[in-house]
């Protein structure tokens, strides 16, 4: 690549966002110069693979809800200034008050889903907010049709080339079927015992207390099934835990902790004999596609996103929202083999449709364009 056409690119997102992550690994490996700006967390794990890394301080008013996405400000522009970037790739709509920057020739926010389907129901007069700022960005980036119709709702443009849906995408150099098995179970001495792995975050949308609930329901059948879970149970609501103390169903949950994307996930992906993930809201659920490039069966809750490219009972097993009985006749279902689904056709739909070679190319070619846009704008 020759000079003139590297770019140069600054992402600012949450310090532990493995989505990030895998953007910056690629736009390295394509030679762009990449610059990665934290927010400050208490527990920072994950690494990036640039060593330009810009961790923002730390501020007591960042524990008020929301303050975050205004009070670095200053700090996040005094960066730009010295960079002078092309790209100004801002992580998650909550944060588009960042994006009102002169540093940068290009502003682009990237829905997460949640921040786009959930938060503004939940939290009303960020709507105005939204729309306001929606109308100041150059680029809108999400990860599904359902994303991208509420972003259109809440102010994003409605012209197609400045407002693309574009997936993450799987590393099939890491996730894959031919991950050889047995690494986990060795490792925590499980032998044959079923494994169902939920791999997503513990926050009240991932609904931690109905899969605590199916344990007991799973265990009638399956008495020594073993739910592995990675965080620590300290990192459990006090309820939770209590829950946990107060029924027979201790020695049916590992708690993993922390795990490595890279390093660590396939392998429990492989060694499952079931994924969950049953959130209240989704978008276009990570965890379940590097699962299904594991070959791993999953289960879901019902809801739009699954339609989008897969068909329930065929590619995943769906469930109903916040039901723990619904979810544990899932789990038994597919642990007996008491399922159609096809491995091997999900595999296939996670290569062509959500492969991360192919849709950072799109971003990639996203970037250009509309550097091309406000340059024939300009002139």
């Known amino acids: 690549m020759s000079q003139s056409d590297m770019l140069k690119i600054v992402f600012l997102h949450g310090a532990n966002d493995p989505y990030s992550s895998e953007r910056i690994r690629y736009f390295v490996s394509k030679n762009h110069k990449v610059y990665s700006i934290t927010f400050p967390e208490s527990d920072y794990k994950l690494s990036t693979v640039t060593s330009d890394i810009f961790r923002l301080r730390k501020k007591c008013i960042d524990k008020i809800p929301l303050i975050k996405r205004v009070s670095h400000y200053n700090e996040i522009n005094t960066i730009l200034r010295k960079i002078n970037p092309d790209i100004l790739h801002v992580v998650n709509a909550l944060n588009l008050f960042y994006t009102n920057t002169k540093y940068s020739k290009i502003k682009i926010i990237e829905n997460e889903g949640s921040d786009v389907i959930f938060i503004p129901r939940k939290y009303k007069f960020l709507i105005p907010y939204y729309k306001y700022y929606y109308s100041k960005v150059d680029g809108v980036l999400q990860d599904s ?27 099939f150099t890491v996730f894959n079927k031919e991950i050889p098995p047995g690494t986990v179970r060795e490792k925590y001495n499980l032998g044959n015992r079923p494994i169902i792995f939920h791999s997503r975050g513990i926050n009240s949308l991932y609904n931690i207390d109905i899969i605590l609930q199916s344990v007991l329901q799973v265990r009638k059948r399956f008495q020594d099934c073993i739910y592995i879970l990675t965080t620590t149970k300290e990192q459990l609501t006090g309820k939770q835990q209590r829950f946990i103390d107060d029924s027979p169903i201790g020695n049916n949950i590992l708690f993993a902790g922390y795990q490595d994307r890279i390093k660590d996930l396939k392998h429990f992906y492989r060694d499952a004999d079931v994924h969950i993930s049953v959130p209240s809201s989704d978008s276009s659920p990570f965890s379940v596609y590097e699962s299904m490039a594991c070959l791993t069966p999953n289960i879901v809750t019902d809801l739009p996103w699954v339609y989008s490219r897969f068909l329930p009972n065929k590619h995943v097993i769906t469930c109903t929202v916040r039901d723990s009985i619904s979810l544990a006749t899932s789990i038994i279902d597919v642990i007996t083999g008491n399922h159609n689904l096809d491995l091997e056709d999900a595999y296939k739909i996670v290569s062509e449709q959500i492969n991360l070679q192919k849709e950072n190319e799109k971003l990639e070619h996203f970037y250009r364009n509309l550097l091309k846009i406000k340059s024939d704008s300009i002139s």
């Not at 049709?145 to 590393?171: F, H, M, Q, S, W």
């Open 145 to 171: 049709r359902l994303a991208y119709n509420y972003a259109i709702k809440y102010g994003a443009p409605v012209n197609t080339e400045l407002n693309k849906i574009i997936e993450i995408g799987i590393d």
